[in-house]
Every structure is written in C-alpha cells, then in structure tokens.
C-alpha cells in the first residue's frame, strides 16, 4: 500500500511556519517556496531559519530536515562582465 506523504515548513522553533502554513506534495516543492518566500521577505535573519516536517501514517508529524538558513542563489551584479 502506497502512503502519499505529506510535508510542511516549520521555523526556527520547529513550530509550524507562521507565513508558509500549507502542505505540500513533495520536499523539493516545499523548500522552493521557502526559498522564494526567503527572497521576496525583508530579510530578517531570524525568519530564514526554515526546516521540513514529514506526516506519518499515524498522523504525526517528524522532523525530516532541522531548521537551517536556506542558501538562495544571490541575484547576478548587474553591470558584471
């Protein structure tokens, strides 16, 4: 039996994100919008520690990845050759 799995961001804390609340289908899709959330956000220091929690079959829900500063790609300089 094949279980979808369910994920969700957590912050600093490890409490569930206060601005990224839902859950989505795949790791890669989650810290994707941790990363643009990251990019577009003041850049408070304290609200890019970012980590995953995975939803087990029971319902609980299991740290998968500890919450760390995400590296985002810096944007290009521009004017650089």
Known sequence: MCVERRYRLIDGCCEPH???DGEY???????????DWVLASTGNQANSLIGVEVC????DWRTC???AALLCALPAAAGSD
């Open 56 to 59: 087990t079959a029971s319902g």
């Open 65 to 67: 990845r500890l919450p």
């Open 25 to 35: 289908q795949s790791i890669d899709g989650a810290i994707s919008d941790a990363i």
């Open 18 to 20: 206060a601005q990224l």
